[in-house]
């Protein structure tokens, strides 16, 4: 019983494995005057690229209520530092974004998001201002 189990492939080894036969059935069909660098490559699909652009708008929307959220506790007077290091890190992963975007959807949705912090940032820095005065 054992080695029947040891025998059989799960679905997704089998779905691998499938996989790994179509890259290696793909460099074999290359002529030999190409030149060949590094192993087989991932197939991307625009439909991937389109899926993980979606991840990161999500991710990035989410860290950017996040900070919303923390700043408004700090003008309330809940927390008593600014989230500098947030509102950092998500200026920077969101620059990232705007200049790694390939497909138009990406770049549409990455500029959004772009002015809707911008908007937020300049709301902060004013009301900062403002702290700052009394």
Known sequence: MAGDSEKRKSWFDEEEDSDVAALKNR??????????IGGPVAPTSAAAKSAIAEAEVSDLVGLLEQTHQLY???????????????????????NHLLKSSKTAMAKFK????????????????RKLKERERK
Not at 83 to 92: A, F, I, R
Not at 110 to 125: G, K, P, S, V
């Open 110 to 125: 990455a500029q959004q998001l772009h002015q809707q912090f911008t908007t937020y940032r300049e709301m902060w820095m």
């Open 27 to 36: 460099n074999k069909s290359t002529s030999g005057t190409e030149k060949k």
């Open 72 to 94: 408004q506790q700090y003008f309330n007077g809940v927390e008593r530092r600014p989230p500098v290091e947030k509102h950092q890190m998500l200026e920077k992963n969101l």
